[in-house]
């Protein structure tokens, strides 16, 4: 077990230096990167903050709260673009090229190295923005101390299930022959999650929740820092991430059986 | 005169034909997010105007921002689906080699396969608002002010064009295009009244967006639509001030972006 957790950190330890490497060989690339992420970063928050000079609550939160969980996601998202958002988009062009044989061949486990390969340097810089508004609203709302230390594993949390959901999506790339649509596909997933539950109308909060559990990758762990006593939504969210876990592999196999080498 | 005509009929059922050979990803590139767009808003909204003495907000009760919402689903799909992602890669990749040497050139390629999926995006709009029409969702004060929507959602789709092309000719510069493809996606999304109606946005800030193209990308077409009191003829002088504009610039970097071109690949 310790010697696989060796190799694959070995492993990833390239990933992360052939992607500093690629990542920063373009500068202008690597700058509109930046400036790309921050002005999705300022309409994210504008938008709420707008309807907010409307409203003074949505729901059960207010202004500050509602801030808070637009910063969290924003915190997930910041996560989800530097560390697998690049590699989802290679592995559409891989499948219709053909060049993800190369990647069967090797003697690693696939899944790892097709959702981990790419990472985004220039997002990772973007850290500063994300947390520096996650630390002013998580203070507006008073959180304590040891929440702000489970809120890495939190933030974690989420960043698992989102992924495990879009991994899930991507396994259709084997079917659909252009796959470029799968991943806007994949894109919608991540607008839905950042929306907390109570907007949704209840049968889209069910199907949500229960069916497709995209609106758990936000709306539970920050419920759960606004109310630690209620465990509800974290639990469907542990729920949610055995279960998708669980039938990850199962999946993949199926989809790999699918796979028509192109080209090749 | 007629030669010229057969080769814009041609370009234009090839590209009818390619944007539809892969029908299930041209649904979730282009529908999809339209559609997820107005599913969030709508339940936004409907949250929102739930709230306790909460009935008009801005001049907009929750039938009209509705309305607004569905309209912006019309006018995204009629005015803002195409992309320049074709061109970015046919310069990338070495591709305009081909262009450069047909009695056909390669803004009027573009151009034709531009009119293609702009065909294929009027039909979806009919069907979506003869279907919106009958359940009925959304209504309009009358068949002109329709007709005026429709006409000017045509003339921001050029200028969508425009930008997007201006967007694609670039990659004679750089090596990827889709990151200022999704800036100008975000940056047009929320300066144009797609996410909010700008009688939200603060008036210091709407003035300032008075002397853009913004507004006209989606605000001012949704008025159109509603029958509100725009003056036409001079919304279209601006849109085609700004087409005009692009294009002028468009027709300077692909000369300069031509003297630059490798032919990778040849």
């Given at each position: 077990?310790?010697?696989?957790i060796?190799?694959?950190?070995?492993?990833?330890?390239h990933f992360v230096?052939t992607?500093?490497?690629?990542?920063?060989s373009?500068?202008l690339?690597?700058v509109?990167?930046i400036?790309?992420d921050?002005l999705?970063?300022f309409?994210?928050?504008a938008s709420?903050?707008?309807?907010?000079d409307h409203v003074n609550q949505?729901?059960p939160?207010?202004?500050?709260?509602f801030?808070?969980?637009?910063?969290?996601?924003l915190?997930v998202?910041?996560?989800?673009?530097t560390?697998v958002?690049?590699s989802?988009?290679?592995?559409?062009h891989q499948?219709?090229?053909g060049?993800?044989?190369?990647?069967l061949?090797?003697p690693?486990?696939?899944?790892?190295?097709a959702?981990l390969?790419?990472?985004?340097?220039?997002?990772?810089?973007?850290i500063?923005?994300?947390w520096?508004?996650l630390?002013?609203?998580?203070?507006?709302i008073g959180?304590l101390w040891w929440?702000?230390?489970?809120?890495?594993?939190?933030?974690?949390?989420?960043l698992t299930?989102?992924v495990?959901?879009?991994?899930?999506v991507?396994c259709?790339?084997?079917?659909t022959i252009e796959?470029?649509g799968i991943n806007f596909?994949?894109?919608?997933?991540q607008?839905?999650?950042?929306w907390?539950d109570?907007?949704y109308?209840?049968w889209a909060?069910?199907?949500l929740?229960?069916?497709?559990?995209?609106i758990?990758v936000?709306?539970?762990?920050v419920?759960w820092l606004l109310?630690?006593?209620?465990f509800?939504f974290?639990a469907?969210m542990?729920?949610?991430?055995i279960?998708?876990?669980?039938?990850?592999?199962?999946?993949?196999r199926?989809?790999l059986?699918r796979y028509e080498s192109?080209?090749? | 005169m007629q030669a010229e005509?057969r080769?814009?009929r041609?370009t234009?059922?090839v590209?009818?034909?390619?944007?539809l050979?892969?029908?299930?990803?041209?649904?979730?590139?282009?529908f999809g997010?339209a559609?997820?767009?107005?599913?969030?808003?709508?339940?936004?909204?409907?949250?929102i105007?739930?709230?306790?003495g909460?009935?008009?907000?801005q001049g907009y009760?929750f039938?009209?921002?509705l309305?607004y919402?569905?309209?912006?689903?019309?006018?995204?799909?009629?005015a803002q689906?195409h992309?320049s992602?074709k061109?970015a890669?046919d310069?990338?990749?070495?591709?305009?080699?081909?262009?450069l040497?047909y009695?056909?050139?390669f803004?009027?390629?573009?151009?034709?396969?531009f009119?293609?999926f702009?065909g294929?995006?009027?039909l979806i709009c009919g069907?979506?608002?003869?279907f919106?029409?009958?359940?009925?969702?959304v209504?309009?004060s009358?068949f002109?002010s329709?007709?005026?929507?429709?006409?000017?959602a045509?003339l921001?789709?050029?200028?969508?064009?425009?930008l997007q092309?201006l967007?694609?000719?670039?990659?004679?510069w750089l090596?990827?295009?889709?990151i200022?493809?999704?800036i100008l996606m975000t940056t047009?999304?929320?300066l144009s009244g797609?996410?909010?109606?700008l009688?939200?946005y603060?008036?210091s800030f709407?003035?300032?967006l008075d002397?853009?193209?913004f507004?006209?990308?989606?605000y001012i077409p949704?008025?159109?639509?509603?029958?509100?009191s725009?003056?036409l003829?001079?919304?279209s002088l601006v849109l085609?001030f700004w087409?005009?504009?692009v294009?002028?610039?468009?027709h300077?970097?692909f000369?300069?972006g031509?003297?630059?071109?490798?032919?990778?690949g040849?």
């Amino acid at each position: 077990m310790i010697k696989t957790i060796k190799k694959y950190s070995r492993v990833y330890r390239h990933f992360v230096s052939t992607s500093i490497a690629l990542g920063t060989s373009f500068r202008l690339h690597f700058v509109l990167l930046i400036l790309m992420d921050l002005l999705f970063y300022f309409s994210s928050l504008a938008s709420v903050s707008f309807i907010f000079d409307h409203v003074n609550q949505i729901g059960p939160w207010q202004r500050t709260e509602f801030m808070f969980f637009v910063c969290f996601m924003l915190a997930v998202d910041h996560l989800h673009m530097t560390f697998v958002s690049e590699s989802f988009w290679e592995l559409s062009h891989q499948i219709r090229t053909g060049s993800l044989d190369f990647l069967l061949l090797k003697p690693i486990g696939t899944v790892f190295h097709a959702f981990l390969r790419f990472i985004r340097p220039a997002s990772a810089l973007n850290i500063v923005v994300t947390w520096g508004l996650l630390i002013y609203y998580g203070q507006a709302i008073g959180l304590l101390w040891w929440q702000w230390i489970l809120m890495p594993i939190l933030m974690l949390l989420s960043l698992t299930l989102l992924v495990t959901m879009e991994i899930l999506v991507s396994c259709s790339m084997f079917i659909t022959i252009e796959s470029f649509g799968i991943n806007f596909l994949r894109m919608q997933l991540q607008q839905l999650a950042r929306w907390p539950d109570f907007v949704y109308r209840l049968w889209a909060r069910r199907i949500l929740t229960f069916g497709l559990p995209v609106i758990l990758v936000g709306s539970a762990p920050v419920h759960w820092l606004l109310s630690p006593f209620e465990f509800k939504f974290m639990a469907y969210m542990f729920l949610a991430i055995i279960v998708m876990w669980l039938i990850i592999a199962p999946v993949w196999r199926l989809s790999l059986s699918r796979y028509e080498s192109a080209s090749s | 005169m007629q030669a010229e005509l057969r080769k814009w009929r041609a370009t234009f059922e090839v590209s009818w034909t390619n944007h539809l050979a892969y029908r299930l990803n041209f649904i979730l590139l282009v529908f999809g997010p339209a559609l997820v767009f107005f599913f969030i808003k709508y339940n936004l909204w409907k949250s929102i105007y739930t709230m306790p003495g909460i009935t008009v907000l801005q001049g907009y009760d929750f039938d009209q921002m509705l309305q607004y919402q569905l309209l912006v689903l019309i006018v995204s799909l009629m005015a803002q689906g195409h992309n320049s992602m074709k061109l970015a890669d046919d310069i990338r990749l070495g591709r305009i080699s081909s262009y450069l040497i047909y009695p056909f050139s390669f803004f009027k390629f573009h151009t034709a396969s531009f009119l293609a999926f702009q065909g294929i995006q009027v039909l979806i709009c009919g069907f979506t608002i003869s279907f919106l029409m009958i359940i009925p969702l959304v209504t309009f004060s009358d068949f002109n002010s329709v007709m005026r929507g429709l006409y000017f959602a045509s003339l921001v789709s050029f200028l969508w064009f425009q930008l997007q092309f201006l967007v694609g000719l670039l990659a004679f510069w750089l090596e990827e295009t889709w990151i200022l493809r999704v800036i100008l996606m975000t940056t047009a999304q929320f300066l144009s009244g797609a996410i909010l109606p700008l009688e939200f946005y603060p008036q210091s800030f709407v003035k300032f967006l008075d002397y853009t193209p913004f507004p006209y990308l989606t605000y001012i077409p949704i008025k159109i639509f509603q029958g509100d009191s725009i003056n036409l003829l001079n919304a279209s002088l601006v849109l085609l001030f700004w087409s005009l504009f692009v294009y002028a610039i468009n027709h300077i970097l692909f000369k300069r972006g031509v003297r630059l071109y490798t032919a990778a690949g040849m």
